[in-house]
């Protein structure tokens, strides 16, 4: 099916940025390192196409084909599709690896990059995997849910005022299932990678979510799972706040997304607010400390027993 997202078929080119130092803090640092702020090149940075640079290797940045995200796209053998639509969940997300050698060796695996859109229900469920050591994408999961509580008329003006706009409202409705449902598939991608078993239950092995902000994982997912009637899972039962990390690490307070990219000097990719651009934009900030040598600890811990209390794990945080 043809994906219609018109708004966003502006064009992005690659270019090289150099290595740039910010302001470090002024304040001194608690209890870990401060680090100054530098730039890292990614592949994948923003030029306009106003802007061209023959000598460059330019390659047009592409949305995402949200039925490939999600394991539905039917049009794998069509160039045009192709050709206007990303099937490759790493395109934005590659990193020189000659500059990496600030990396720290992790406690974690690998990390999962967590994003959810929709204030009344959840309406996107995106997670990225990355792999903490190399900074690879491993793999993607990306699904639009369907809201439960809602009559037909609700959801349908809902999508078009959240989704209509980035022309994704009818991939939206061609895909979108219940949060029962995409719990349910997640619960398989976890075990297919190894990262958690039903069997065994508890925390993810050897992996931790990373948000930005506390909101996914302490508000918003045991709200869902009370409207879905689940028990919430165990293994979102701790996260990464990496807004926590970033003003621990950096010694600069983030109070958001744009503002840790505005720092770090990362141009924004795809829409604001489109689940899959946000994660993959936190993912872009995150390969980012990753390689200025941040470590990725958990921030934040579900008491046991009590889904209403959450403890903080750093003693410095964005409240
Ligand atoms: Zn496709």
Request: aromatic share 8%; glycine share 4%; hydrophobic share 40%.
């Amino acid at each position: 099916m043809a994906l219609p997202r018109t708004s966003l078929c502006k064009l992005i080119s690659l270019r090289s940025i150099s290595v740039s130092t910010l302001v470090p803090a002024h304040l001194s640092p608690p209890t870990s390192v401060a680090s100054p702020i530098r730039r890292l090149n990614l592949s994948a940075s923003l030029s306009t196409a106003q802007d061209p640079s023959p000598q460059k290797t330019e390659i047009r940045w592409k949305p995402m084909c949200l039925y490939y995200t999600q394991g539905k796209c039917t049009k794998m053998d069509d160039p045009i599709h192709l050709d206007r639509f990303n099937h490759d969940c790493s395109r934005d997300l590659q990193v020189n690896m000659s500059e990496l050698t600030r990396l720290r060796s992790q406690n974690l695996d690998f990390l999962l990059v967590l994003d959810l859109e929709g204030r009344v229900e959840i309406l996107e469920f995106p997670v990225l995997m990355i792999n903490a050591k190399t900074m690879d994408v491993e793999d993607l999961f990306h699904r639009f849910v369907r809201p439960t509580k809602m009559t037909e008329q609700r959801i349908n003006e809902y999508i078009e005022g959240k989704y209509g706009k980035f022309g994704v409202d009818r991939v939206w409705h061609d895909t979108a299932i219940p949060f029962k449902e995409v719990v349910q598939q997640f619960e398989a991608w976890l075990t297919q990678h190894q990262l958690w078993t039903k069997e065994v239950g508890g925390h993810l092995t050897r992996a931790a979510f990373i948000t930005c902000g506390n909101w996914d994982l302490k508000t918003k997912v045991p709200q869902q799972c009370e409207v879905s009637k689940l028990e919430l899972p165990p293994y979102f039962m701790e996260w990464i706040n990496l807004k926590d990390v970033y003003l621990n690490f950096y010694n600069r307070r983030a109070t958001g997304m744009r503002t840790m990219m505005n720092e770090l000097q990362i141009p924004l990719l795809g829409s604001h607010h489109l689940g899959i651009d946000d994660t993959k934009n936190i993912a872009r900030v995150l390969q980012h400390m990753l390689s200025d040598g941040a470590l990725m600890q958990i921030t934040a811990r579900r008491k046991p027993n009590s889904s209403a209390n959450v403890e903080f794990l750093f003693k410095n945080r964005i409240r």
